[in-house]
């Protein structure tokens, strides 16, 4: 069932799910659902008593997770507009041309085109190509160093995602997004080793931030930069 507690001036909404498990579970999920699991027959009250004292837990977890989420991009995609790449700032420059073509030069990312409706799709597929190029060279060495927890990633996947960075699913499948190849190498690094920690540790316990911590030291710089990009 749907419920909800007020704490200060923030409303926390969360999935109550009876279950025959003998103490009360908190998850935070990377999509920012809460879901409670709490044993059969507890009184309500004592459920959202629970969930307020979580609270302060709870809405870290969700900040955390928030650097995870993508912003939604506004561009027009039209000459002068700032893009990124790797980190840094390039132009777009649409030129028109009887061939499609993306590529750049200098601090100027140019597309070639006929048809100026066609920026958007040219230069998304461009991202997509370099998303896949540079995101397996980033990530080999860091799954060969993950070996020595007895780990590896099924597959690398590029998949648009509007709620995160990056996912690894069940099976050992590892799925980042697109628009992480607008940050900087440090901040594609984080995601991957990210993802990683999940391969040795399911959920974000201890243990997990511990061995983060150890296989990317600067986690919490480039958490904070990731932060800064759309």
Not at 65 to 87: A, M, R
Request: hydrophobic share 30%.
């Amino acid at each position: 069932m749907e419920c909800s507690i007020d704490f200060g001036s923030k409303k926390i909404k969360y999935t109550l799910l009876y279950t025959k498990r003998k103490t009360l579970g908190i998850t935070v999920n990377p999509d920012m659902e809460i879901v409670v699991k709490a044993p059969e027959n507890s009184a309500m009250e004592l459920v959202e008593t629970k969930v307020r004292k979580r609270a302060p837990w709870i809405i870290k977890q969700q900040n955390y997770f928030l650097t995870f989420h993508p912003k939604p991009n506004d561009k027009k995609y039209v000459s002068g507009e700032s893009h990124y790449y790797l980190g840094k700032q390039y132009r777009i420059e649409v030129i028109e041309d009887k061939q499609n073509e993306v590529s750049y030069k200098g601090r100027y990312i140019q597309v070639k085109t006929k048809n100026k409706s066609n920026v958007k799709k040219l230069l998304n597929d461009w991202y997509r190509v370099k998303s896949k190029e540079k995101f397996e060279a980033i990530a080999a060495p860091l799954i060969e160093k993950f070996k020595k927890y007895n780990v590896e990633p099924t597959g690398l996947y590029i998949q648009d995602m509007k709620t995160r960075w990056g996912s690894c699913t069940p099976q050992g499948k590892i799925i980042l997004n697109p628009e992480l190849i607008k940050t900087p190498k440090g901040c594609i690094e984080y995601v991957i080793i990210h993802e990683l920690c999940h391969l040795v540790h399911l959920s974000h316990n201890q243990k997990f931030f511990d061995l983060q911590a150890k296989e990317c030291p600067l986690w919490e710089r480039w958490k904070t930069k990731l932060e800064q990009f759309g």
